[in-house]
């Protein structure tokens, strides 16, 4: 599994990210590509992710910032109208017992049966009442209407007796007391003709105010509930606590108006709490109103939305951080493949130039030595002309094979020496009549030493009727020369080379170099003809030789080809046409 | 058969000339080309042996001063620069070319050929 992802990414990877070719590291204008492609995605998607995030955030903080203020605005809203319905809610009963006592005197009040009447009629005009009382100024109940028997119960230790009387009206929280059934009592104190005074008390239903807050729709994340100014929940909650347990929320500090702010929840949460103080015109309440607001559920449209944009901008970033990338690594591929074209260029380049000075060099030595031997042919020539014409030494044969020796000798530097200058003039372009087996039998003059050195057999098979091809003389044998020397370096001794040519056609022929040697893998075979790839030790080949043939073979108008077999042998075929184009001038001496 | 050898290399010229001459060649040698001419302008030669590259007159510019005196003259070019196949174009009536160091049987056959007495 990983070898194959592994291979995968062999075959995507860039050009530049591979294994350069050292030979070349000298000619490269850039030396470290990876660098310069890091650097290139770097920037580039720096430069177009930044705008993109910054936009982004801060057109999502302006969103949630007026998502927010519409939120609290819309909570003080609903606090403010909930607030005004339950002040109405008291006042309009403190009202209504407040003309009670003002508009029926004591001694009716103190009768229960006219105060069951006063009972009756409040009720039917208000609603929500349960019982009446009329208690003396020593807290005595006096006169009780209602379901309950309550008359001459003294009350002058209770807290709202207490504040009753201290302040004429009263508003008590929600409680159970001796009934055990949560309510409310409200009571307002009047003055008698003796100057003594009594309160008139009635008993609310929390039912009629727990209604009157359930009327506002308020939706699945809100709800709005009472507590009292010590935190204990009035009416019922969905989330903070039941009625009568301390609530888990801070109890905000005293305000007139109505407020709204950003509040975190004992669980977290966040919430947008809105208040509001109940106080009447006429007395004040210990009710605090609470609208309570999950914000993540009120946002849950908004945040839908926000998730949206996030997976479309998050979709954004990858598809930029693609472009990015592909563009980039194309660009620095190509850079790369330029710059490295320019350097194979310059590296083949140097070779060649080396190659021209080597030829200039030995068209100087051969030149030089040419004169001194001919002068050393003509003076052993000359001694042997004496013996053997004037037969002065006739009968010495010793003498006159020693002076064989050096006219051979001198024969075999001339050979050499006019090798050197035929190599010196490969790089002129000279359009000439060529003797193919001549010219395989100049090259091979080079290799003659090392095949009897090496034991290796060198067949030449050129037809008879072979005839003359027109073309670079000097290019046809550096073709041949690198041809046999990789032969030469492919097999080991005792094998034999095998050099053919013939007609390929009407006007094509073909040079066939085959050997019996090591041969090569069939993978390598496309890439042998390419500069650089070398299958020698390092410092042992440049990779050049069959680059430049196969450049040569194509300035000749020719084609090469390669078959080859792993421990069976290399064939080379050379395919040239017999005439490249007319020839400037019949300028062949015919002394051959 | 009379012959006359140009070559600056004097010693070359000399060896030549003494080799031509055991083979009963008729030889007159010089070293150089203005030498030649004069040579050239009191005898008659059947066949002139020139080096190519010769310091003041050179090979090529002799062999056109020659056939201006005699056009019947044949011409036998020796040069020390490149085997036989790599001469330069030389002048359309130029016999041959001989790659030094020479073989002087091969000097002779030519000279018999150009000369019509093989």
């Given at each position: 599994m990983m070898e194959r992802f592994r291979k995968a990414l062999k075959t995507i990877?860039?050009?530049?990210y591979r294994q350069k070719n050292k030979l070349l590291n000298p000619y490269?204008?850039?030396?470290d590509y990876r660098k310069i492609w890091a650097i290139g995605i770097t920037t580039l998607a720096t430069a177009a992710l930044v705008p993109l995030l910054v936009v982004t955030v801060i057109h999502y903080r302006l969103i949630e910032k007026s998502v927010d203020s519409e939120l609290v605005l819309r909570t003080e809203r609903l606090a403010s109208n909930a607030r005004r319905a339950m002040t109405f809610f008291l006042e309009e009963r403190l009202n209504a017992l407040r003309f009670t006592v003002n508009e029926i005197r004591y001694d009716q009040l103190a009768n229960p049966d006219h105060l069951t009447e006063v009972l009756r009629n409040l009720k039917l005009g208000?609603?929500?009442?349960t019982d009446l009382s009329v208690i003396d100024y020593t807290g005595i109940q006096v006169a009780y209407a209602g379901p309950?028997?309550?008359?001459?119960?003294?009350?002058?230790?209770?807290v709202w007796f207490i504040e009753c009387q201290k302040g004429n009206f009263y508003v008590s929280e929600i409680f159970r007391g001796y009934r055990d059934v949560p309510h409310i009592i409200i009571a307002v104190k009047s003055f008698r003709p003796d100057g003594t005074n009594f309160i008139l008390r009635a008993t609310l239903e929390t039912e009629r105010l727990i209604q009157t807050l359930s009327s506002?729709?308020?939706?699945?994340?809100a709800e709005i509930f009472l507590v009292n100014r010590s935190g204990i929940i009035q009416t019922p909650s969905k989330y903070y606590g039941d009625t009568f347990e301390k609530i888990s929320l801070p109890i905000p500090d005293y305000s007139q108006r109505t407020q709204a702010v950003m509040e975190r929840d004992d669980q977290k949460r966040s919430i947008i709490m809105g208040y509001a103080f109940i106080t009447t015109q006429i007395a004040d309440t210990p009710f605090i109103l609470m609208v309570i607001k999950q914000k993540a559920g009120m946002m849950a449209i908004w945040l839908k939305l926000r998730a949206n944009i996030q997976w479309f901008v998050g979709f954004g970033i990858l598809v930029i951080l693609i472009v990015v990338v592909i563009t980039c690594t194309f660009l620095v591929n190509k850079l790369y493949l330029a710059d490295k074209a320019k350097a194979e260029t310059m590296a083949l380049m140097e070779q060649n130039n080396q190659l021209v000075s080597i030829g200039q060099l030995a068209a100087g030595v051969a030149h030089e030595i040419n004169n001194p031997l001919a002068l050393i042919n003509e003076t052993a020539g000359y001694v042997k002309d004496l013996f053997?014409?004037?037969?002065?030494?006739?009968?010495?044969e010793e003498l006159i094979e020693s002076i064989d020796y050096i006219l051979e000798a001198v024969e075999r530097c001339g050979r050499i020496t006019g090798q050197l200058l035929g190599f010196a003039r490969k790089f002129d372009v000279k359009i000439q009549k060529v003797n193919l087996k001549d010219a395989i039998s100049d090259v091979l003059i080079f290799h003659n030493k090392e095949a009897e050195y090496r034991n290796i057999k060198v067949n030449v098979d050129v037809p008879q009727d072979m005839p003359e091809i027109v073309t670079d003389r000097g290019k046809l044998q550096q073709i041949l020369v690198n041809l046999v020397n990789n032969a030469f370096q492919a097999v080991v001794s005792g094998c034999i080379l095998e050099i053919n040519a013939s007609l390929a056609g009407p006007d094509k022929v073909s040079i066939t170099i085959s050997d019996n040697g090591c041969g090569m893998p069939a993978e390598n075979l496309p890439k042998?003809?390419?500069?650089?790839?070398?299958?020698?030790e390092r410092d042992k080949g440049t990779g050049l030789g069959l680059a430049i043939t196969y450049g040569l073979v194509k300035k000749l108008h020719g084609d090469i080809s390669v078959e080859s077999k792993e421990n069976e042998g290399t064939t080379f075929t050379v395919t040239l046409p017999t005439r490249i184009q007319e020839v400037m001038g019949e300028n062949e001496d015919s002394a051959g | 058969m009379k012959i006359l050898l140009v070559d600056d290399e004097k010693k070359f010229a000399m060896m030549l000339a003494k080799r031509l001459v055991l083979r009963e060649i008729d030889v007159d040698y010089v070293f150089s080309g203005e030498e030649a001419l004069v040579k050239a302008e009191n005898a008659v030669y059947d066949v002139a042996v020139l080096d190519?590259?010769?310091?003041?007159?050179?090979g090529i510019e002799l062999e056109r001063k020659l056939k201006k005196l005699a056009p019947d003259l044949k011409i036998i070019f020796l040069t020390?620069?490149?085997?036989?196949?790599?001469?330069?174009?030389?002048?359309?009536?130029?016999?041959y070319y001989l790659a030094k160091p020479i073989q002087i049987e091969e000097l002779i056959r030519i000279l018999h050929e150009v000369t019509g007495r093989g």
């Open positions: 990877r860039p050009e530049f490269y204008t850039f030396s208000f609603g929500g009442l309950f028997k309550l008359e001459g119960k003294n009350y002058s230790n209770q506002y729709k308020t939706g699945a994340y053997v014409i004037k037969e002065l030494y006739h009968k010495d042998i003809f390419e500069p650089f790839f070398t299958t020698k | 190519v590259k010769m310091p003041g007159i050179g020390g620069h490149g085997s036989k196949t790599d001469f330069e174009t030389g002048s359309a009536e130029a016999a």
